[in-house]
């Protein structure tokens, strides 16, 4: 996994980058490209995560907000554990576009959260998307409700570390085991955006669409197997490649199909595949 701070730190010191990563070098611009910067994304306390609405969400539902499984305030889910509807108090700040926090987000729920097929915490705030956009002129981020392309121009923002990654989809990855974890149809950066601990539950951007593709997860530090902290790369056939240095998100188009009005879970709706408790 893409760490919490103390690691990040840790691992920082390691490789002698220090503190804060630079920025990685801007896209060039496409016509079609839209702007993409830190507004509605939000800093955790150890990862990065970011205030989302679906295609059919209204402004007066309550605001959402999603990160990784792993960075869940109760500890990691087992493998083939699903949480719902678990009580949570837990702050987020919400960055504008210069990456400024503006406001202290509150859940009241963790709506949903695994690392069973994939990586994802959604948590339910005290707000709504209007309360946000009228006092401070924000507005979530759309989960786009079709499969990401490889080639794709993507940026990975990260809340956490004020940090904008800029690569492209490399491709899709059939299973990536790490640990005691597998996740299926991953999404593998191009080498560029190498994400750090910290960056873990940041939102990864369509640039031509502004929406949410993925969310970012995990990395393969050390060139190790399977283990904590190196992902490897399983084929339809039991080959595995391992790709130290490559990151990796989970993808988040089968979402959507998940939450029905008003911004509410229902993992028996038509077309919902997320891994059911």
């Not at 016509?31 to 990862?47: D, E, K, R």
């Not at 939102?203 to 997860?217: C, E, R």
Request: aromatic share 6%; glycine share 10%; charged share 15%.
């Amino acid at each position: 996994m893409n760490k919490p701070l103390v690691a990040a730190l840790a691992s920082l010191a390691i490789t002698g980058i220090g503190v804060v990563p630079a920025v990685a070098s801007p896209r060039t611009a496409k016509a079609a490209a839209v702007t993409v910067n830190f507004a509605g994304t939000v800093s955790l306390s150890n990862c990065s995560g970011s205030v989302i609405r679906f295609p059919n969400s209204a402004d007066s539902d309550p605001a959402l907000v999603l990160t990784n499984g792993h960075c869940l305030e109760t500890g990691f889910p087992e493998p083939g554990e699903v949480i719902t509807g678990q009580s949570s108090s837990r702050t987020f700040g919400l960055l504008n576009s210069a990456g400024t926090r503006v406001a202290t987000l509150r859940a009241n729920q963790v709506v949903y959260s695994t690392m069973t097929d994939t990586d994802i915490t959604i948590y339910r705030t005290t707000t709504t998307y209007a309360a946000i956009k009228s006092s401070y002129g924000i507005s979530p981020l759309t989960v786009s409700a079709t499969h990401p392309v490889a080639g794709t121009a993507i940026k990975v923002v990260s809340g956490y570390w004020k940090t904008i990654y800029s690569c492209n989809i490399d491709g899709f990855v059939y299973r990536l085991k790490e640990g005691d974890w597998t996740w299926k149809d991953s999404v593998r950066y191009t080498s560029a955006c190498n994400t750090i601990g910290g960056t873990s539950g940041s939102p990864v951007i369509d640039t031509s669409t502004g929406q949410v593709v993925a969310v970012n997860n995990t990395g393969n530090e050390d060139g190790e197997t399977c283990t904590v902290d190196n992902p490897c790369e399983v084929d339809e056939n039991g080959n595995v490649t391992v790709r130290q240095g490559i990151n990796y998100a989970e993808e988040t188009y089968i979402i959507p199909a998940c939450f029905t009005t008003g911004n509410v879970l229902s993992l028996s709706a038509s077309g919902c595949t997320l891994p059911k408790p």
